[in-house]
């Protein structure tokens, strides 16, 4: 199949980029690199062994701009990443994350069914289960009351995907809910480039340990978990790109609305993933016990089985895959991409 792939250039798009084609498919990037930076598909396409990765430096909000897209290429099916990501600063500024995740979703949808491509696959995200009801999370779970305006438009543009597909039975739309992605390609040519202080666990681990950050900051040790800190399911960004390709397949057997958990059914706290990180790297990674962060709830992780029954996809690589692939991407590459 030929994809666009929006966001394509950033953390998870770039990754999604090597499956898609180890699989035969070919791929379209747009992106406004608001995020991200040309060099990742560079490195793509060195890893894949083509001269280029075809890309437009395009924003989804940019009508005008997708539409040379769609007249230039035929595109089988969409890979929605195109988005801003930062809980905080989605507090901060709740407009900017609506306008651009949600305005930019819009536009996209409206484009894409001019012209006819009505596939698509949406990057959602563990966090529109809200404090989830149940554990571990199946999609079974109601959603739940998102706690920053980033998990809202999420949860919105599931809705609004859902609508359209009930409306017009030519749309099949898959929303896969990640949960925590970490790792890099083995390669530590990609890997997560955040910019400023990192909102997440892994890439502060990982600036810790290279020496551009002094100590980890724990953010609370009093929750209801085995050691009392936080307990999430991270996936090593490898698995969740294939499971990009799996979904692809259930497009193509049209699908209509389908919802996936993308994790692995695993709960580690942040104490194990230091402690993995130190054991399997040898390196050292200072942390000390900080209050808890607001809008954090104790344990995530997923029952991850109707992605493997209907998906046939399941995540393989294991915890100690992740703290060695995301050492290896940051001890290669300090400051992430060059400018
Ligand atoms: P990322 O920031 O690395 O990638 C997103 C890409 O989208 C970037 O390249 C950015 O430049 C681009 N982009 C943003 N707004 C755009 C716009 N208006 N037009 C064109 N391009 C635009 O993030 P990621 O970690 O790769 O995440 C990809 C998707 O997965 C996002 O939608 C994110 O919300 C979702 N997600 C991420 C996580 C995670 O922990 N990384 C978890 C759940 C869901
Ligand atoms: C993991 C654990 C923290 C940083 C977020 C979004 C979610 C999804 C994935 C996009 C928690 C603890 C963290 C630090 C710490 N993103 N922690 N010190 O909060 O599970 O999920 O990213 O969709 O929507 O909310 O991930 O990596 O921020 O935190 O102790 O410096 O690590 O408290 O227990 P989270 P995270």
């Keep these: 199949m030929n994809i666009l792939v929006t966001g394509g250039a950033g953390f998870i798009g770039s990754h999604t980029l090597i499956e898609l084609y180890k699989a035969g498919h070919t791929a379209v990037v747009a992106d406004n690199f608001s995020n991200s930076n040309p060099e990742s598909l560079r490195r793509v396409a060195g890893i894949i062994g083509i001269p280029e990765v075809p890309f437009s430096h395009v924003d989804i909000r940019d009508r005008e701009g997708l539409e040379k897209i769609f007249a230039a290429h035929r595109f089988d099916a969409c890979i929605h990443f195109a988005g801003l990501k930062a809980v905080g600063e989605s507090v901060e500024k709740p407009w900017e994350y609506y306008e651009n995740n949600i305005g930019g979703t819009l536009t996209l949808l409206d484009v894409m069914r001019r012209h006819g491509c009505k596939n698509i696959i949406f990057s959602s995200s563990a966090t529109v289960y809200g404090d989830p009801a149940e554990i571990p999370i199946t999609e079974r779970c109601p959603k739940g009351r998102c706690t920053n305006p980033y998990g809202w438009t999420k949860s919105m543009i599931e809705q609004v995907l859902t609508d359209l597909q009930k409306a017009d039975a030519e749309w099949n739309v898959i929303l896969l809910r990640y949960f925590n992605p970490v790792g890099a390609h083995p390669s530590g040519r990609i890997g997560e480039n955040p910019g400023g202080i990192p909102n997440n666990l892994m890439p502060y681990i990982t600036q810790v340990a290279v020496g551009k950050r002094k100590e980890l900051g724990v953010f609370g040790n009093d929750y209801p978990t085995p050691d009392g800190t936080g307990v999430r ?107």
């Excluded at 790109?241 to 259930?250: K, M, P, R």
């Excluded at 029952?303 to 290896?328: F, H």
């Design 233 to 339: 399911d991270y996936i090593h960004v490898c698995d969740l790109a294939a499971g990009h390709v799996a979904a692809l397949q259930a497009i193509g057997r049209r699908c209509g609305v389908g919802v996936y958990n993308m994790g692995t059914g695993h709960g580690y706290s942040v104490l194990d993933m230091v402690k993995a990180f130190v054991r399997v790297n040898g390196v050292d990674v200072p942390y000390s016990i900080k209050p808890r962060r607001a809008g954090d709830i104790a344990t995530c992780y997923c029952n991850p089985t109707k992605a493997k029954a209907e998906l046939g996809w399941e995540a393989r690589r294991s915890i100690d895959d992740m703290v060695r692939d995301s050492w290896n991407w940051q001890r290669h590459n300090p400051d992430g991409y060059p400018e």
